[in-house]
């Protein structure tokens, strides 16, 4: 009997390895003359431990890790085939404390399957969604989308049903779904892990939600920046297309859904979903002013649903569990879990989904372990390039998108990343403005020029005398409030968030040269 | 032949050009929205997307020539100059700022001998800018063409690039 050996072929997982890891296994094992299958999973999420290796054995599988090429013949002296003892040693993976005290729901899969075995989909799970749904008229489907109360993922936190609510009843010849998967957002990778790790869920969800609503056609918008998450999907695709749950009739149901990937093109701004149709449309990202929403008027003018990764990767658990299911976890308005992403200077970088309501405090110290750089921690951005930062005082601030709105931030898509007590704030502030003027699709005044503007002005009250840098804040808070005030979308809409929080929460590092010098 | 008058008006392109631009077209042009995926295509094969492929691409999509400048230039991935043998894109976003990216930065700049957007004068590299990999987990990240690198150091750099001259 073969011993499965699992290597995940995850990008963060191979950006650190794991590729060379692969390798020296199956050329150990043959020397050896071991009998190994090994396998490439998704990534379990724990990165600071990737290359992690896993080892099915008879009392389940066992992790070892970080591996490198080179530890491989100790690992195999050491009999790690059979759980053997070794100091890279982690012990049954599923009773790693950071993992075993997660509730992984969207998540399920990711790290245990072979992403690009439909087998091994369906035997832990996988097209159930599917299946229940086939059974149920739209209505029924939308209505139990939202009754989980499944707010989008994205970041604006749109109830889902009402989105496809919206689209089923609109009348027309061709209908569309669209799946965001632009992750744009910095420090978040949840969309990639999905999209490596378990495809067939996303191409599931795609498949459910065009046959509730009655569209026969989907895209895949991927970030050119994710080419193996491309290869992941375009693999799955086929395997879905061979066994009829893609195609002209989808399980024998009669309708149609195919479904295809197209690569964005390094905006930023693309990941709004009305610039996402322009570049769809094979246009320049543009954003579009709303009304018509998408799901009247959305790509070629039809209507659309167009959702991110994680909103769409979480319906089939829903239709296949029930509404109540999902819902009962969270807290508030917030129900079901969040795939949280934490990244930055963290010793344990790595995903965790929970149910809405933990703190930030628990993410950051408990999971997260303290930073990396073993100094203290003083600031964490929350949701983005576009989110505020955190000062410590306020981590006691549970996982909720009401109660981060409450301290004038938000949770976006999910992704916290933390900075250590040599951050320099005022750079930071600096960098959103530079990063909006970067990136704005150039559509309103206020975004377009304000934000180079506000490099500018952050340049003077670094650089001047005190009576220099009130003067320059007050401009600087002046021109924030018309890019808040007078933005199309949340680009320059939002910017102002993380250069306003710098300066309230951070005023120390403003203090221009001068300054300091005399201090 | 209405195409080969076509053709024949157009300005002087290189027959790489015109010959790369046409495999992708006649295989992509009936896609909806095809702009983005030819372009792709174009840049897959060419490395870069010609200025003198531009009406060529324009003619076989119906489109004009405006539109398909337009759209080259809002897209930071698109290039209309010709690249390195290989491109690296360093990542300068959030997380990686807090593992030291603008230390990598310099390093790499300062090794490199290049600023963001430039080619270094053998003509092995480009180094451009990005905003996030998805590797925040692994930071700092950088992506040469596509292979994606985690946890570079200075010291890690270095040692990829002398293991790249080899
Ligand atoms: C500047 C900007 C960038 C955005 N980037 C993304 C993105 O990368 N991925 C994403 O899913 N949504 C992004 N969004 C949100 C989308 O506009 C939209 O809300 C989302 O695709 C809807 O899907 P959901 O309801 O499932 O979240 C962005 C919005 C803005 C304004
Ligand atoms: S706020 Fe900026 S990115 Fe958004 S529409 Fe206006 S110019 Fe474009
Ligand atoms: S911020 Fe650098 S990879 Fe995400």
């Known amino acids: ?519 | 032949m209405k195409r080969a008058t076509n053709a024949a008006s157009l300005p002087d392109i290189p027959e790489d050009v015109r010959a790369a631009v046409l495999e992708v077209t006649n295989r992509l042009k009936e896609l909806p929205g095809a702009l983005l995926p030819v372009l792709h295509g174009v840049q897959a094969a060419l490395g870069y997307v010609p200025e003198a492929s531009v009406p060529l691409i324009a003619r076989e999509l119906n489109l004009s020539r405006a539109d398909v400048h337009g759209v080259i230039s809002f897209y930071h991935f698109f290039r209309s100059k010709h690249a390195g043998r290989r491109v690296i894109y360093l990542c300068r976003a959030e997380s990686c700022q807090s593992m030291g990216a603008a230390t990598l930065e310099k390093h790499i700049k300062q090794r490199l001998g290049v600023d963001f957007h430039e080619t270094t004068a053998n003509g092995a590299y480009t180094l451009e800018p990005v905003y996030c990999l998805g590797n925040c987990a692994c930071s700092p990240a950088m992506m040469v063409d596509d292979e994606l690198k985690g946890r570079v150091t200075p010291e890690g750099f270095d040692a990829w690039l002398a293991a790249e001259a080899t």
């Open chain 1, 1 to 519: 009997m073969s011993i499965t050996v699992y290597v995940p072929r995850d990008a963060g997982a191979l950006s650190v390895g794991a590729e060379a890891v692969a390798a020296a296994i199956a050329a150990e094992a043959r020397r050896r003359d071991a009998d190994v299958r090994i396998v490439r999973n998704g990534s379990r999420g724990l990165y600071w431990l990737e290359p992690m290796v896993e080892v099915d054995t008879a009392d389940g599988r066992v992790a070892y890790g970080p591996v490198q090429a080179d530890d491989v013949p100790s690992l195999f002296d050491a009999d790690f085939l059979h759980a053997g003892q070794h100091a890279l040693a982690l012990g049954p993976t599923e009773a790693i404390a950071y993992l075993k005290s997660q509730q992984r729901l969207t998540f399920a899969r990711v790290g245990i399957v072979d992403p690009r075995s439909l087998d091994d989909y369906r035997a832990h799970g996988g097209y159930r969604g599917l299946e229940a749904a086939l059974g149920m008229s739209g209505a029924d489907v939308v209505q139990t989308v939202t009754d989980a109360s499944l707010r989008g993922r994205g970041g604006a936190a749109f109830p889902a049903g009402i989105k496809w609510k919206t689209c089923l009843d609109a009348q027309a010849d061709r209908k569309y779904i669209v799946c965001n998967a632009d992750e744009g957002d910095s420090g978040t990778y949840a969309d990639r892990m999905i999209m490596e790790g378990d495809p067939f869920v996303l191409i599931e969800a795609m498949a459910i939600a065009g046959l509730t609503v009655g569209a026969t056609q989907g895209y895949i918008y991927l970030r050119c920046e994710y080419p193996h998450a491309q290869r992941a999907l375009e693999a799955a695709i086929t395997a879905a297309e061979a066994e009829g749950y893609l195609g002209d009739n989808v399980r024998g149901s009669g309708n149609a859904f195919h479904l295809e990937v197209r690569i964005a093109a390094g905006a930023y701004i693309c990941g709004d979903e009305t610039s996402l149709l322009e570049s769809l449309e094979g246009k320049r990202g543009q954003v579009r002013f709303k009304p018509p929403l998408p799901a009247i008027q959305g790509l070629f003018g039809k209507p659309t649903v167009i959702n991110n990764v994680i909103t769409l990767a979480s319906v089939p658990i829903i239709l296949d569990q029930g509404a109540a299911f999902y819902r009962d976890y969270g807290m508030g308005r917030s129900r079901g879990t969040l795939p949280i992403q934490l990244a930055g200077n963290l010793k344990r970088p790595g995903l965790v989904e929970r149910a809405f309501g933990l703190t930030l405090r628990e993410l950051i110290e408990d999971y997260g372990g303290g930073t990396a750089s073993g100094r203290p921690v003083r600031a964490v951005q929350v949701g983005g390039p576009l989110g505020a930062y955190i000062p410590v005082s306020q981590f006691d601030t549970p996982i909720d998108y009401e109660a981060f709105i409450a301290i004038g931030g938000m949770l976006g898509h999910g992704g916290v990343v933390v900075f250590d007590d040599s951050v320099d704030m005022a750079a930071q502030a600096r960098y959103a403005m530079e990063f909006c003027a970067i990136e704005s699709c150039g559509k309103c005044t206020p975004c377009r020029i304000g934000s180079i503007r506000g490099v500018e002005v952050i340049d003077r009250i670094v650089a001047g005398t005190v009576a220099e840098r009130e003067r320059n804040e007050v401009l600087l808070r002046d021109l924030c409030q018309t890019m808040l005030a007078g933005s199309l979308c949340a680009l320059g809409g939002m910017a102002p968030y993380p250069v306003l929080s710098a300066l309230d929460h951070f005023p120390e590092d403003f203090a221009g040269a001068a300054e300091t010098v005399a201090s």
